[in-house]
Each structure stands twice: as C-alpha cells, then as structure tokens.
C-alpha cells in the first residue's frame, strides 16, 4: 500500500500547491481588481544571459492591456516551526519615506515596409523593437529595501531572495524578448507596446526593522531590542543591483555604476495581492509625462 502521507509531504514540499492557491486567489477575486491570468507555467529563455526557466503566472490587466505582472511563487517553510518571516533592513531616516519609484521592462517597437526604391529587396517588412529598464512611479507606496534577513541559521538560506529576484528579472526579459516575437510573427499590426512588471509572492510574513546604525555595537555587532521598530507590512519594494555584467552607458564611478543595475522587485504576502492588484496605477517619473519607451518609439 502506497503512503499517501508521505506522497503528499512530497507534493506539499515543491510549491505546486501554493502557486495554484495563488492563481485562485487572483481569478476569486478578479471583479476587483481586473487582473487576469494571461499564462501560468510559461518557459522562457533569456538570449542575455542565456538562463531560461518557466515563469509561475503572467496577468494582464483588462483595461490597461499594456500591463504584464510576472510573478513568482515562493512558498516557505520553517524548519523549527518558528514565525515564517522575511525580515527587510530600512535605516531609520528612511522609515517614513515610503516610495513611489519602481523598476518596470518597458518593450515597444513597430514594423514598416521598405519604400525607397534604391533598398534592396522592396517591399519587405522592416522591424524596430527595444526593452529599456525604466524607473516608474507606481502606487501605492511601499518601502523599500536591499537588505533582507531570513529567520536561519543557515547563513546558505541568506541570499535566497536574491536568487530568486535575480531569476525573475531574467525572466522578465525572456518574456519581452518573447513579446517581440509574438508581434513579428503577426501581417498587419500596429506598435507594440508592454510594461512588465517583476514580482514574488511569498507565504512569508514580510517585516520591516528599521533602527539607528549608530545605536549597534561597534564590538560585537548586536543592538537592543528597545532601539529597534519591527513593522508587519503587505509588500515591500526589494531594490538591489542584481546583475554582475557591466551595464551599458557611461559612468564616472562605481556607485553611478552600481546605481545602474539596480532594478525593484515588488515582494508580496499572498493574502495581500489582491489588495496591491487593486490599488495599481503607474505614471511616468519624468516631467515630461513620457515613459523611456516613447523616445525610441511613436505611439
């Protein structure tokens, strides 16, 4: 006789589950947020960094059907039975400097037919796309963070979020890059245009510790509880310059080119993203009401 018990200890363990919860909660609750499922389980492949995978779930929002939100699902588990918790470090001058800015892959491009009778092979369609990382404001506001603490002693676990933030951007462009091809393989179409938008969905109960650098021991590295607030938040922006490869531009030092790879992810407690679904709106950051995007591309 099989052990179901163990069989399911087993399927419990992969996060299969959780991302199927997950997807449920979002279709139980789509008439209030009008987000819809546009893809579960999608391979890609990032022609960068020649990684590829399958991405968890795709939305698209009903109304603003630029919108893609690319989410991952992480499912955690304590060992000790101890408070699942991810625990994000924000310096106490910025704890009440919640922000606006987000990372968003922004990809466009449009097809034309050559013309000019001095270009060979008249007639022919010509194509013209671009992805471009762009800083966004998007609401609501949240924190933001680059430092998150795990509860192990495992110091192998510590930089678990990173791997797995790393992965989704690579993801995302895979999925631009994809994006591209869809709308290269169409006749007759208008200019393409789609903001992506990275995020992990985690069971995990997302903190915020915010505290005085001053007020920790030169000695041995510890801090007093009383000098330190610990907050219960629904999401948090996890800010970080993940890639190691040089980014592309010119730059007159290291924290310019440091600045240049970082990239957010939203990080988001399971029963709250219906709430952050609903609450999403995105405007251009620059004064000139433009996204990165329009200055390669006419809309």
């Known amino acids: 006789m099989p052990n179901h018990n163990e069989t399911l200890k087993h399927i419990w363990k992969s996060g299969f589950p959780f991302q199927l919860r997950v997807e449920e909660e979002v279709r139980n609750t789509h008439s209030t947020h009008h987000w819809s499922i546009a893809t579960r389980e999608h391979p890609w492949r990032n022609k960068e960094t020649g990684s590829s995978g399958f991405i968890d779930l795709v939305l698209q929002h009903d109304e603003y059907v630029t919108y893609r939100?690319?989410?991952e699902c992480k499912k955690v588990k304590s060992d000790d039975q101890r408070q699942l918790q991810w625990m994000f470090l924000v310096p106490e001058e910025e704890e009440n400097k919640e922000t606006p800015l987000a990372s968003c892959l922004e990809v466009g491009g449009s097809s034309d037919y050559l013309t000019k009778l001095c270009e060979p092979n008249l007639g022919q369609k010509v194509w013209d796309h671009v992805q471009i990382w762009d800083t966004v404001n998007i609401l609501p506001k949240s924190f933001e963070s680059s430092i998150c603490v795990l509860p192990s002693d495992?110091?192998?676990?510590?930089s678990i979020l990173e791997r797995l933030a790393s992965g989704v951007i690579d993801s995302v462009e895979g999925l631009g890059n994809e994006e591209i091809l869809i709308h290269q393989s169409q006749s007759h179409v208008g200019p393409l245009l789609a903001f992506l938008f990275p995020v992990?969905?985690?069971n995990a109960e997302i903190t915020v510790c915010s505290f005085d650098p001053g007020n920790v021991s030169i000695f041995d590295g510890s801090l007093d509880a009383s000098a330190a607030t610990i907050t219960t938040v629904p999401f948090i922006r996890f800010r970080k310059s993940l890639a190691t490869a040089f980014?592309?531009?010119?730059?007159?030092?290291?924290k310019e080119a440091n600045?240049?790879?970082?990239?957010?992810?939203?990080?988001?407690?399971a029963s709250n993203l219906p709430s952050l679904l609903k609450q999403w709106q995105m405007s251009p950051r620059n004064?000139?009401?433009q996204y990165s995007i329009q200055d390669h591309i006419r809309l």
């Open 69 to 71: 939100m690319i989410i």
């Open 259 to 269: 600045e240049a790879r970082e990239v957010t992810v939203f990080v988001v407690n």
């Open 200 to 202: 992990i969905v985690t």
């Open 154 to 158: 495992d110091s192998k676990n510590q």
């Open 247 to 254: 980014p592309k531009g010119t730059f007159s030092n290291l």
């Open 287 to 289: 004064f000139s009401g």
